[in-house]
């Protein structure tokens, strides 16, 4: 069956699903994102997911004028239409038409997609992610760290980075050589029991996994640390993990040529994952798991 993409109000086939090329998305990248997860038709932490792209949207300036209410039936809708239980969802809200850079407009785009998610088999979870240092340095003046901006270019070269290096993520840090976050991922380490994160203005991006785990490791009495990072504390940590919407809690064994411990899941980081797995069972009231 051919998916169908919402588009300002409209339900499209997929394969006639079009934006205009005056769109401010597509010219200037004017615009920002949310990618979601559903679990048997629910989104977890849906609100939290709204209200990032929304502060987002008045950020940049945008004269978007829905509520989060109204984008949570719009999500369902396009759940429903495309018959779609577990599912990865991309919600899209850029400037509109524009004659040019600094032209305004009253009518921003809004895009929903929606696609059956496809989980990483059980064994990668198992053996963990390998990463690299990214080449690219975060620039600590930028505005746009803390978000979801369709200027993504910088991602997307860190994640092709990683690749050409048989690696599966790219981490990127400042000048000073501290740890920022992953080219799709916030990153953790743990270190003499505490579980730590670059600090909220290292220049990442406050994500929605990121603070579900925080709540847990506070819930669970494990100390945390939100500060600056060094890349070699990451190096030499006892554990270490990433963490999105999509994928949850992953492991990371190894970075650039050094291998974490042995080069295994460490046992708070499996700990956390199955936590994180229950409080999306509790929080979307399931009377049957959704972890697949």
Partial sequence: MERK???????????QALISVNEGGFLFGEGIFETM??????????TEHLERILGSCRFLKLPFKENAQSLTEKINQTLQINNLSNAYLKLIISSGNKSSLT?????????????????????????????ITSKIRRNPYSPLAQHKSLNFLENVL?????????????????????????????????K?????????????????????????????????????????????AEEAFLTNSL????????VDSHIIVKGVPGPLTQKLKKEYQKKVYLELGFSSHPIL
């Fill in 103 to 131: 032209s305004t407009t009253s009518s921003p785009t809004l895009i929903i997609i929606a696609r059956e998610f496809e989980s990483y088999p059980q064994r990668i979870y198992k053996e963990g992610f390998k990463a």
């Fill in 247 to 254: 994928v949850e809690i992953m492991p990371l064994v190894q």
């Fill in 158 to 190: 860190g994640k092709r980075e990683a690749e050409e290096r048989g690696k599966k993520e790219a981490i990127f840090i400042d000048p000073q050589g501290n740890l920022t976050e992953g080219a799709t991922t916030n990153i953790f380490l743990v």
């Fill in 192 to 236: 003499q029991g505490s579980v730590i994160s670059p600090a909220l203005n290292s220049m990442i991006l406050p994500g929605i996994t990121r603070e579900v785990v925080l709540e847990i490791s506070s819930n669970l009495g494990i100390p945390i640390e939100e500060r600056r990072v060094e890349l070699k504390e990451l190096y030499e």
């Fill in 5 to 15: 993409i919402y588009i300002n109000g409209k339900f499209f086939k997929q394969s």
């Fill in 37 to 46: 997860r559903a679990y048997s038709g629910s989104v977890f932490r849906l």
